[in-house]
T-cell receptor
Framework: KAGVTQTPRYLIKTRGQQVTLSCSPI?????VSWYQQTPGQGLQFLFE???????NKGNFPGRFSGRQFSNSRSEMNVSTLELGDSALYLC???????????FGPGTRLTVT | LAKTTQPISMDSYEGQEVNITCSHN???????ITWYQQFPSQGPRFIIQ???TKVTNEVASLFIPADRKSSTLSLPRVSLSDTAVYYC?????????????FGKGTRLSVIA
């Protein structure tokens, strides 16, 4: 069974721009969660989607948004990028809410 | 939301058994304990999950005392490739409004 895939793997953006990251969960998994990982803050939960509905949301500003499609694929968008948004963005899928999460390799976003 | 406390770092020699303890004093009745492993620039990988007593799989054992206020991840005969950060998480299998929260984790360094 193929694992969680994330695209792109690396991204360089300029402050003020917006970015969209994509995540394809493991086949059959309906829950997708997004995390931001930085050296200073560690792994921080962004949001979780289940059956196209946002079920949980972390403590991030409204510039961070996401969505899930009917095939469970998910995208997250960050608008008006700031230098502090530079991070590894991880997507995880699970077969049910709160279940064992299987993480993708992440997207390394650098904001200059 | 149950908070977890783990040692920041641990060192071990190859071939030894490593025990990492996690404290979760406010664990709720519905909460499970899950451990993840993360290598640099990769997403965390699920290791083991348990509710009470002892759980064992091919890579680790998880010991949970009767009061469930702590848990111990046991890695038998570690090798250099076990050098990673280990996260203890507490959450409900049907999380509803309670997302999984990653703490700072324990950085395990295995020495030859």
């Amino acid at each position: 069974k193929a694992g969680v895939t994330q695209t792109p793997r690396y991204l360089i953006k300029t402050r003020g721009q917006q970015v969209t990251l994509s995540c394809s969960p493991i086949s059959g998994h309906r829950s997708v969660s997004w995390y931001q990982q930085t050296p200073g803050q560690g792994l921080q939960f962004l949001f979780e989607y289940f059956s196209e509905t946002q079920r949980n949301k972390g403590n991030f500003p409204g510039r961070f948004s996401g969505r899930q499609f009917s095939n469970s694929r998910s995208e997250m968008n960050v608008s008006t990028l700031e230098l502090g948004d530079s991070a590894l963005y991880l997507c995880a899928s699970s077969s049910y809410q709160g279940g064992e999460q299987y993480f993708g390799p992440g997207t390394r976003l650098t904001v200059t | 939301l149950a908070k977890t406390t783990q040692p920041i770092s641990m060192d071990s020699y190859e071939g030894q058994e490593v025990n990492i303890t996690c404290s979760h004093n406010n664990i709720a009745t519905n909460d499970y304990i899950t451990w993840y492993q993360q290598f640099p620039s990769q997403g965390p990988r699920f290791i083991i999950q348990g509710y009470k007593t002892k759980v064992t799989n091919e890579v680790a054992s998880l010991f949970i005392p009767a009061d469930r206020k702590s848990s111990t991840l046991s890695l038998p005969r570690v090798s250099l490739s076990d050098t990673a950060v280990y996260y203890c998480l507490v959450g409900s299998r049907n999380s509803g409004n309670t997302p999984l929260v990653f703490g700072k984790g324990t950085r395990l360094s295995v020495i030859a």
